[in-house]
Nanobody
Framework: QVQLVESGGGLVQAGGSLRLSCAAS????????MGWYRQAPGKQPQLVAV???????NYADSVKGRFTISRDNAKNTVYLQMNSLKPEDTAVYYC???????????????WGQGTQVTVSS
């Protein structure tokens, strides 16, 4: 069984920084694309940033220049460094993986449980 476990959320003042981590647990052969999505209360889920297995990344326009996604394939972990945070960044942030390969099977479209990020003004 694979789990994506997020950490690093919390409460921060506007202009501050947070670093989210998402570690995939279990016996894993490989992980394809990974990314971060967020959902604010009463709003639709929004893609924040995605990173391919080779390291190429894409960002939502609203976070470009402020957020940086990275991954450590040896640790099966993806990170989201969030700088210059704004109140509108407040949301539950979810880790996502397109495809995870384990000895038993592939896992597709896999999600973490989410971590709350709250930015106060």
């Amino acid at each position: 069984q694979v789990q994506l476990v997020e950490s690093g959320g919390g409460l921060v003042q506007a202009g501050g920084s947070l670093r989210l981590s998402c570690a995939a647990s279990g016996t894993i052969f490989s992980i394809d694309g990974m990314g971060w999505y967020r959902q604010a209360p009463g709003k639709q889920p929004q893609l924040v940033a995605v990173i391919a297995g080779g390291g190429s990344a894409n960002y939502a326009d609203s976070v470009k220049g402020r957020f940086t996604i990275s991954r450590d394939n040896a640790k099966n972990t993806v990170y989201l460094q969030m700088n210059s945070l704004k109140p509108e960044d407040t949301a539950v942030y979810y880790c996502h993986s397109d495809r995870v390969q384990t000895p038993a099977r592939w896992y597709y479209n896999y999600w973490g449980q989410g971590t709350q990020v709250t930015v106060s003004s």
